[in-house]
């Protein structure tokens, strides 16, 4: 990320610093302890000010263990809309580096979150809305990633819906990859986007409401509750390396080649064992022997998570906007019976998905089963009688 300072800040960190004489208070965010990325923060109260400690409700996910290890299609158009912006996110898949989910929020809140022990990532696949942070307001909208870093406390006001996200939180740091950066952090040329494509807070306004205000905050498995008396957005300034920020997938410049490229030329984030890519609508592969879909493949350490965002996906057949796949690891996968045939001489794609592609491997919630499509699993299967001899 570039450095980006907003609001007023004092010339000297670790300085005295104040607003109408007051003392404002400087607090220091940052990974790694003090070694990795930071900003500096200066809020007109104390971030550690609670009025009252609340309830401690522990995040327990339902587990599904399927009796077939097979490919799966979790169908959630039908998963009807509803709940808020944190407390609607359903989890479908989760491991120790990642969980994955689905929300279609339709009411607001107004009380205040922050993931302490995630780094997320809101998909906004269809909606529009701000993210009110203690960086400022945050706008998204339809095709946005909206990368919120562990810390950051903020609330969601939904703009002109409907509203479906797909929603990580990692324990780990989202990054951009480290190929594509230089030794100082900036982004090389050959990078599928660059600085500009990255967007923080676009406002910044300190609010100095003394009323109640709840806030949760998700750490140690569970949500801890506590009511603040102040208004938890109270930075009259900050700068630094660490802020919510937006990327449109549109942004990302794909990368076609003679021959097919692979996932890795999509990548657009990577966390800790796993990956996020963008297939976005692109020119396809050019030599006049081109098989412009992927190969089949057995990814040995991957399980591989699509979700479908618009336009036909040329691998997949039957399989909606909307939907996700997941290839696990045992079991190849690659473009089902037909669709080879007719990619060839295809020179365009429209397809439009993100893929989150796990080292390690996911466990299912019982939502994912009650989403479930088995018929997924067969359908690669050509019957005997009308297979090619
Ligand atoms: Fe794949």
Known sequence: ???????????KRHTQFRENGTLLVEEVMGYEGFSGN?????HLTSPCDV??????TPIEHEEWVPDAHVHRLTNTPPLPPGGDPVFGRHVLMWNADVELGIAKPTEETDAFYRNGEGDEVLFVHEGEGVLETIFGTLPFRAHDYVVIPRGTTYRVRLGAGPHTWLTLSTPGEIE???????????LLEHAPFSQRDFHPPAALE?????AEFELIVR???GHQRFALDHHPLDVVGWDGYVYPYTFNI???????GRLHQPPPAHQTFQGPNFVICSFCPRQLDWDPLAVPLPYHHSNLQSEEVIYYVDGQFGSRRAVDVGSLTLHPSGLPHGP???LVDKALGATRTEELAVMCDTFRPLRLTTLARDLDDPSYALSWHTPAEAAVT
């Not at 930071?38 to 200066?42: D, F, G, H, K, N």
């Not at 300190?206 to 003394?210: L, N, S, V």
């Open 1 to 11: 990320m570039r450095y980006v300072s907003m609001g007023r800040v004092p010339p």
């Open 38 to 42: 930071e900003s500096i923060l200066y």
């Open 51 to 56: 009025a009252q400690v609340g309830e401690f």
């Open 176 to 186: 951009t990859p480290n190929r594509y950066r230089n030794r100082y952090g900036q």
């Open 206 to 210: 300190p609010h100095r409401e003394r």
């Open 219 to 221: 750490a140690r498995g």
């Open 250 to 256: 549109h942004d990302f410049e794909p990368k076609s």
């Open 336 to 338: 089902q019976p037909g």
